[in-house]
């Protein structure tokens, strides 16, 4: 039984597994920078260890460091979260040999699943449908040209270690490519250690729907439903909803079993995610799949009652799953929108001093904040500070809720994208559905430069 | 003569000009990094690069000088 876990992560995410130990009375312990000494989550753990100076490969990436914090505070388990080490099959490796338990997927699958190479084959021999593309890694711009004759522009270029829309870029043309394959598999080298490229189609009107799964180690597998998370600025995900406005009842359940097949088939254990590209006609195609919690996992929680966090404690403990697809429904409506630290048009970060922050309260509002009032935002991480949840019976009460919530979020000191946010739940678009993926493109950006 | 400056904090990812060299008006001088974000900071002006006042690595502030351009 775990007793006592350590988290491998920092903000919001860090303070959201601590709330779900507490529930369960299961102790904490905190890791941090010294960039993150006054973050909520490290005041909020039980106890509370320094990894070492804020950029990453000297903090929340030194996985030898964490593991022999683990072992002295007497941790029994270690929940990653999302980013940093979660996807690390080496790091859920050592977190075993070292006696401690990983709450997640065992090593090999995240391996598998972290190349995006390997995880197109792997869905494919699992009948899971694929995006036309390349099946192993594109070595040279020359290649890459060829391929493109056979697939057709626009292209989708990124690099196979990828992740964070880094080395990742849509391509039109053969002179595009050529110039875009240089630069991406040179930052890939540098970001990931492998230049590997890799290349598909790129959908039009796409939209990203994906399916939420949670596996134990007794093969019983389940998927919680479908979040549509098409509004995206850099290739980044910045409004997320459950379910999703677009897809009809049969596509959810092909998706769904879809989901749950595969995640057999390859054995997958924990909590995981399987991302889709879904086209106009409701064809769905494999993106990718998430090995760990992600940070929408919230919408899917309010829509089922489930507590992921504590599926993902107790499949790690062993247990076998208590609910089956049977039992699941969708109650109501969920949408999560993300705070992030950035310019609202140019999208590009704010680092700096919230002087005032008020974060909205209320009957369906809910709240997961990495920031405080009279806070430094340090620029070394990622710029999400927060995120804002919200339910309503339906989907238009809920986007009710979500503007009467915006308009009471204040914070001051820093440049923020709730204008950005604000604007775009008002759009007709997205109140009518219609959000794909070249929504920020298509919609938001459009009105802003005009204005 | 102008003063290239940081436009936010970061970190300096990558320098793309040296000293000496003649640069046009916005070509990028030095590509940050903040928020896992690469930021290019570009001349605003055509010129020479006088000096270029930050390493690989170095960390700025908003406002910071990062290269003087004549």
Redesign the interface.
């Known amino acids: 039984m775990i007793k006592k876990i350590l988290i491998a992560n920092r903000g919001e995410i860090a303070a959201r597994v601590i709330r779900t130990c507490k529930k369960l009375n299961i102790r904490t312990v905190a890791v941090f920078s010294e960039a993150d000494q006054k973050a909520p989550f490290v005041a909020l753990a039980d106890e509370s260890y320094l990894l070492g100076p804020p950029r990453v490969n000297e903090s929340y990436l030194k996985a030898d460091k964490i593991i022999q914090i683990a072992k002295e505070a007497n941790a029994d388990a270690i929940h990653p979260g999302y980013g940093f080490l979660s996807e690390n099959a080496v790091f859920a490796e050592k977190c075993q040999e070292a006696g401690l338990t990983f709450i997640g997927p065992r090593g090999a699958i995240m391996k598998k699943m972290g190349s995006k190479i390997e995880a197109r084959k792997t869905m494919q021999a699992a009948g899971v449908p694929v995006v036309p593309g390349t099946d192993g890694a594109v070595e040279s711009a020359d290649e890459a040209l060829a391929i493109a004759k056979e697939i057709g522009y626009p292209i989708m270029l990124k690099a196979s270690a990828g992740g964070?829309g880094?080395g990742m870029q849509v391509v039109e043309s053969d002179a595009e490519l050529t110039k875009a394959f240089a630069s991406n598999s040179k930052r890939a080298e540098t970001f990931f250690g492998d230049g590997a490229m890799f290349m598909e189609k790129k959908l039009e009107n796409a939209r990203h729907i994906e399916v939420q799964l949670l596996a134990d180690e007794y093969g019983n597998a389940v998927h919680l439903f479908e979040r549509e998370c098409s509004i995206q600025r850099?290739n980044q995900k910045v409004v997320e909803e459950a379910p999703s406005p677009f897809i009809s009842e049969m596509t959810r359940m092909k998706m769904g079993e879809t989901a749950v097949t595969a995640a057999k088939a390859i054995g997958y254990t924990n909590a995981g995610t399987i991302e889709f590209l879904v086209d106009e006609e409701e064809n769905f195609y494999f993106l990718e799949m998430n090995t760990r919690i992600q940070v929408e996992h919230a919408i899917t929680e309010e829509i089922t009652g489930l507590d992921i966090v504590e599926e993902q404690i107790n499949i790690a403990n062993g247990e076998a799953l208590t609910i089956d697809q049977a039992s699941l429904n969708i109650n109501g409506h969920a949408i999560e929108v993300r705070i992030y630290?950035?310019d609202p048009v140019s999208f590009?970060?704010?680092?700096?001093h919230i002087t005032t922050m008020e974060a909205p309260a209320g009957e369906n509002v809910r709240n997961e904040l990495a920031v405080t009032a009279n806070y430094d935002v340090?620029?070394?991480?990622?710029?999400m500070i927060g995120k804002l949840i919200v339910t309503g019976a339906t989907r238009a009460e809920a986007i009710e809720v979500l503007k009467s919530a915006l308009g009471n979020y204040k914070i001051d000191g820093i440049k923020t994208n709730i204008p950005m946010l604000e604007t775009v739940i008002d759009h007709e678009a997205f109140k009518a559905g219609n959000t794909t993926t070249a929504f920020v493109q298509k919609h938001y950006l459009p009105m802003v430069k005009t204005n | 003569m102008q003063e290239v400056k940081a436009?936010?904090?970061?970190?300096v990812w990558k320098i793309t000009v040296n000293k000496g060299e003649s640069v046009e008006e916005d070509q990028d001088i030095v590509i940050l990094e903040?928020?896992?974000?690469e930021?290019p900071i570009a001349s605003e002006e055509a010129g020479t690069v006088k000096e270029i006042k930050v390493a690989e690595g170095d960390f700025v502030n908003?406002g910071d000088v990062i290269a003087i351009i004549e």
Do not use: C
């Open positions: 964070g880094i850099r630290a950035e590009f970060p704010s680092p700096g340090t620029p070394y991480y990622d710029p | 436009s936010m904090a970061g970190s903040s928020m896992k974000m930021i908003e």
